[in-house]
């Protein structure tokens, strides 16, 4: 073969391998298995690609969203994308909320759960991200929240503000009676036995000073409109009248 033609081969060849090069480049990021991807540790600690560490703070459905979730980055080893019933398809990986640059925040969402986990960069100071921790509640009436149902009341300015306040709320809640033992389920008991008019009212979230992307959930549910009930932690408890009052007269206008 003349030289000129060999040359012309040879440039031709590294021309094709440079871009399969490429090509496998982009592949490998967008697979989550490139630079640009976090990994995990075995005790779970996220490892963002410049090495900063993020660690676990909690649980959906205990923790949301207060804002809007923006696509960050995938997790190394995991699918792009989970089916998870009814032919929904969701995005797995880590996602800021709001579009602000702030990362202090990581929330993730993995193949194999249905509930979302919540990261903090470890660098940070710790933080009480329990009902104890909040410094404003407000009961916000939805029976199926979307994704971001919290978001809108970040700064409206309804519930309770006042930390000693919400200590007074938590303290008197938690002395309370579970519902079953208080006889809240009899108020809904048809002839038949079944429960009737027994729902989910609404949700009370907690907002945090510090982490303005994050709220603390609590749900209540109601029973024939003539009680309540609300969940925090671990467990549920009675609702009084008198605090289902005060946090009723207190919701925003956006409801």
């Not at 630079?35 to 959906?60: A, M, Q």
Request: charged share 25%.
């Amino acid at each position: 073969m003349p030289i000129n033609k060999t040359n012309k081969f040879i440039r031709i060849a590294c021309a094709l391998i440079t871009i399969l090069l490429l090509l496998t480049g982009c592949s490998l990021q967008d697979s989550g298995l490139g630079k640009s991807s976090f990994t995990i540790r075995e005790d779970g600690t996220l490892v963002s690609p410049s090495g900063e560490e993020y660690v676990c703070i909690g649980y959906e459905p205990l923790l949301t969203n207060v804002g809007e979730l923006v696509f960050e980055s995938r997790v190394r080893g995991e699918k792009k994308y989970s089916n998870r019933g009814l032919g929904i398809r969701y995005q797995n990986g880590l996602f800021a909320v709001g579009t602000g640059g702030n990362d202090s925040i990581l929330i993730r969402r993995e193949p194999k759960s249905e509930w979302r986990s919540f990261y903090r960069k470890a660098s940070l100071p710790e933080f009480d991200f329990s009902a104890d921790g909040c410094s404003r509640i407000e009961l916000v009436k939805e029976t199926w929240p979307d994704d971001n149902t919290a978001g809108a009341h970040r700064d409206c300015g309804g519930g309770i503000s006042d930390k000693d306040r919400i200590s007074e709320f938590l303290a008197d809640i938690r002395s309370q009676k579970d519902p079953k033992s208080a006889g809240l389920y009899e108020l809904c008991r048809r002839a038949d036995g079944l429960l009737e008019n027994c729902y989910a009212y609404g949700y009370i979230y907690g907002f945090f000073e510090s982490e303005s992307g994050l709220a603390y959930v609590m749900p209540v549910m109601s029973y024939n409109d003539l009680a309540y009930s609300v969940w925090i932690g671990n467990a549920w408890f009675v609702l009084p009248e008198a605090w289902m009052k005060v946090l009723t007269d207190s919701m925003c206008d956006l409801d």
